[in-house]
Antibody, heavy 121, light 107 residues
Framework: QVQLVQSGAEVKKPGASVKVSCKAS?????????MHWVRQAPGQGLEWMGI????????TYAQKFQGRVTMTRDTSTTTVYMELSSLRSEDAALYYC?????????????WGQGTLVTVSS | DIQMTQSPSSLSASVGDRVTITCQAS??????LNWYQQKPGKAPKLLIY???TLERGVPSRFIGSGSGTDFTFTISSLQPEDIATYYC?????????FGGGTKVEIK
């Protein structure tokens, strides 16, 4: 079965960067399915951050995160990464990776378990 | 960006009741509308996609309908395990956007 396993919780100081990983397994053709990142602040709703095409590595980011977020992938380990820099207190949230479809605009059928990022001095 | 307006933000109903949540898009998204269920402490789970298609393994009491800008999500007979927050989400255009969520509780 499809599994997305994310890295563990992180505690960072304001101004630092965090890099979250998401290892995909249980399906063929890792490079065929777009991967998304979605975050959820405590007690709040879901916020889409961006998407990566594991095939060529192309990305599209939400304007809010442009310049601060970088999404990458390693096809040899079927892992995608999300790095967020210049962290501020408002970035404290649960970060999820989610697998989309063959096309950019498809539902998010599978989700990782989430990675909690705490930002505190 | 396409804005998704979901209502109500919370509701309380009895087991066996019919529960309805609405979602309105700020522009025509044809049928590119998905519904997710999120239980406390868990990742969201896709229930319905393309407005009305039930995800594999999801009980048939979950029903989606609508097109264009107005969509409805219905639980035909509320069960105790349905306690969760439900989100609509459009995938007509990037950035993907979500509704604010509806928290469903048992009365």
């Amino acid at each position: 079965q499809v599994q997305l396993v994310q890295s563990g919780a992180e505690v960072k100081k304001p101004g630092a960067s965090v890099k979250v990983s998401c290892k995909a397994s249980g399906y063929s053709f890792f490079t065929s399915y777009y991967m998304h990142w979605v975050r959820q602040a405590p007690g709040q709703g879901l916020e889409w951050m961006g998407i990566i095409n594991p095939s060529g590595g192309s990305t599209t980011y939400a304007q809010k995160f442009q310049g601060r977020v970088t999404m990458t992938r390693d096809t040899s380990t079927t892992t995608v990464y999300m790095e967020l820099s210049s962290l501020r207190s408002e970035d404290a949230a649960l970060y999820y990776c989610a697998r989309g479809g063959y096309d950019v605009l498809r539902p998010l059928h599978y989700w990782g378990q989430g990675t909690l990022v705490t930002v505190s001095s | 960006d396409i804005q998704m307006t979901q209502s109500p933000s919370s509701l309380s109903a009895s087991v066996g009741d019919r529960v309805t949540i609405t979602c309105q898009a700020s522009q025509d998204i044809t049928n590119y509308l998905n519904w997710y269920q999120q239980k406390p402490g868990k990742a969201p789970k896709l229930l319905i996609y393309d407005a009305s298609t039930l995800e594999r393994g999801v009980p048939s009491r979950f029903i989606g309908s609508g097109s264009g800008t107005d969509f409805t999500f219905t639980i035909s007979s509320l069960q105790p395990e349905d306690i969760a927050t439900y989100y609509c989400q459009q995938c007509d255009n990037l950035p993907l956007t979500f509704g604010g969520g509806t928290k469903v509780e048992i009365k």
